[in-house]
């Protein structure tokens, strides 16, 4: 069963605290994505990969930073972490015009 | 004007009802779309996939494209408690190399007993 791994279901950080989201997948995807999901706003592209070491913004990249060095690999990074920051993260990845499989989400907290 | 636009509902039925769920879109040039199933505090997962125009049937799913309207459409049969959850449309376009999909801000659904 294809899967996408994110490492933390839950997270409670400190403002002004760099905070790392990691997401993996074994699918052997070209592309990968960080959405953020709130109530209200739908889905919101913050950044996507579509090749290591490649990145292009999304829709919403203030405040965020992404690493992708591995092909299986993509990190979400909150250079210092606020509280318009709470949120539910989601990681995606998926083939060329494929459909994306999602991973069950970080729900962070920003206190 | 987003590029997708979706009702939000929420939906209440009974169980055994007919759900139909819509999107509409402004973009011509999406060619892929797709429907997903979220559950409360879960990851969406891909529940239908079609591409350009027709109909495709998945069970007590069935998903619609009228490309000359700009609308898709989601149809569930005999539902039941356990489809209660958000749907969200997704598109993408033709060609598009980064197969970037765009999103509706899903339709909550309770199906109840």
């Known amino acids: 069963d294809v899967k996408v791994t994110q490492s933390s279901r839950y997270l409670v950080k400190r403002t002004g605290e760099k905070v790392f989201l990691e997401c993996v997948q074994d699918m052997d995807h070209e592309n990968m994505f960080w959405y953020r999901q709130d109530p209200g706003l739908g889905l919101r592209l913050i950044y996507f990969s579509y090749d290591v070491k490649m990145k292009e913004k999304g829709d919403i990249p203030e405040g965020y930073s992404v690493s992708r060095e591995k092909k299986e690999r993509f990190s979400l990074i909150l250079e210092s972490a606020s509280t318009n920051q709470t949120s539910m993260y989601l990681c995606?990845?998926?083939?060329?015009?494929?459909?994306?499989?999602f991973g069950s989400g970080t729900r962070l907290t920003v206190v | 004007q987003k590029e997708v636009e979706q009702d939000p509902g929420p939906l209440s039925v009974p169980e055994g009802a007919i759900v139909s769920l819509n999107c509409t879109y402004s973009n011509s040039a999406f060619q892929y779309f797709m429907w997903y199933r979220q559950y409360s505090r879960k990851g969406p997962e891909l529940l239908m996939y079609t591409y350009s125009s027709g109909n495709k049937e998945d069970g007590r799913f069935t998903a619609q494209v009228d490309k000359s309207s700009k609308y898709i459409s989601l149809f569930i049969r005999d539902s039941q408690p356990s489809d209660s959850a958000t749907y969200l449309c997704?598109?993408?376009?033709?060609?598009?190399?980064?197969?970037?999909?765009?999103f509706g801000r899903g339709t909550q659904l309770t199906v109840w007993p």
């Open positions: 997704a598109m993408s376009e033709r060609g598009s190399t980064l197969g970037r999909l765009y």
């Open positions: 995606a990845s998926s083939f060329i015009q494929g459909g994306y499989t």
